[in-house]
């Protein structure tokens, strides 16, 4: 396919035993015409009937048209907020550039991104730079990790006027669900969604699962997909424009769990143990793929990283995602390796060949 650096031959490569599977797999649970598949219609299709206003639908218009996906319904975005939710030193170590944010922005423009997502502090010092050339994500909330002992919870670090301020296209936001603190971070988060669309910005969720009840001697359920879709459905219902959740890695957490409302057929029809099938019961939560579902990168792991990556994308796009969102695993390396990675991730999006499941 024209536009492509990285040939299907390779992507099969670094997919390895698991290429046959992945890109021959035929869905078995939720067919593919139930869902509204990404494609460059489906601003018009999803949001030009919905309550978004012009300004909106003109911030995720830049988004969807910018970078190497540009025009295809298809996102690849680099989130760099690491720095206050794992710590700077342990993000910033393998690399110590990108304790300069200006870095992480050249990298999302030299890596073809459709936007770029860090923090206040971060774009207010280039945004008269750079606002004009890439669309910024703000990241509104934040889990700080300097109080002892660590404590969980997702509190705001700004304004969403402040991003406004900033020339944001979009603001994102995390939500604990599952947490103690996950009915304030709702109420938060919808309250700053809903003040993001009236100054005409898009909003992206970070629907992530957080108790420690989830993880039991056996099993870690934090990323089932019964648990993870419903994250996905509460996020999609307070007006998330986009949905980024983790790839999901097992099943049954209500059922193991004992707690919530559960139906047979969510595991018997709806879901099997297959990758695919798993990834789209999460695009299925939101609103049949209506809400772009975009799957995160994942931690570094050093020399596995481009495989991984590769997978994730191909899961997620053979599922009905909407793309990947992946930092660590570009950033924790030279920056020409971080852009070689992210090409990478695009060109699993551009080559018809890998269609949806």
């Not at 760099?80 to 999302?108: R, W």
């Not at 669309?135 to 700004?158: A, C, R, S, W």
């Not at 099943?251 to 969510?266: Q, R, Y």
Request: net charge neutral.
């Amino acid at each position: 396919m024209e536009n492509t650096i990285n040939s299907m031959a390779m992507i099969e490569k670094y997919l390895g035993r698991e290429s046959e599977d992945l890109l021959n797999y035929k869905a078995t649970c939720i067919p593919k015409e139930r869902l509204t598949v990404p494609g460059p219609a489906t601003l018009d299709e999803v949001f030009g009937i919905s309550d978004r206003n012009v300004q909106v639908l003109k911030s995720l218009s830049s988004l969807y048209h910018h970078g190497r996906l540009s025009d295809t319904g298809y996102l690849s975005i680099l989130p760099v907020d690491q720095g206050i939710e794992h710590t700077a030193g342990s993000s910033f170590a393998p690399n110590p550039d990108y304790f300069d944010p200006e870095n992480i922005i050249k990298l999302a423009i030299e890596g073809g991104c459709n936007g770029v997502v860090t923090t206040f502090g971060g774009l207010s010092l280039h945004a008269r730079k750079y606002a004009h050339k890439i669309p910024f994500i703000v990241k509104i909330n934040h889990n700080e990790l300097l109080t002892y002992p660590n404590k969980y919870d997702q509190v705001m670090f700004g304004s969403v006027e402040e991003a406004w301020n900033l020339g944001a296209t979009a603001v994102g936001a995390t939500i604990y669900f599952g947490s103690q603190e996950s009915n304030r971070q709702i109420v938060e988060v919808a309250e700053a969604f809903e003040r993001a669309h009236e100054l005409g910005m898009a909003t992206v969720l970070w629907c992530y699962t957080r108790n420690n009840n989830f993880k039991t001697k056996e099993q870690d359920y934090h990323t089932a997909a019964d648990l993870t879709g419903q994250a996905n459905h509460l996020g999609v219902t307070i007006k998330a424009d986009l949905i980024k959740q983790k790839l999901p890695e097992t099943n049954g957490g209500f059922t193991a769990l004992k707690f919530g409302k559960t139906h047979p057929d969510m595991y018997k029809k709806l879901t099997s143990e297959h990758p695919v099938d798993l990834c789209r019961y999460q695009v299925a939560n939101c609103y049949m793929g209506k809400i772009g579902l975009i799957n995160s990168g994942g931690a570094s792991s050093g020399a596995d990283d481009f495989s991984l990556a590769v997978r994730t994308a191909v899961i997620n796009k053979r599922a009905g995602g909407t793309g990947l969102i992946s930092g660590r695993k570009a950033f924790q390396r030279p920056m020409e390796e971080g852009i070689k990675l992210l090409n990478l991730i695009q060109d699993v999006y551009l080559h018809k060949e890998i269609m949806v499941a």
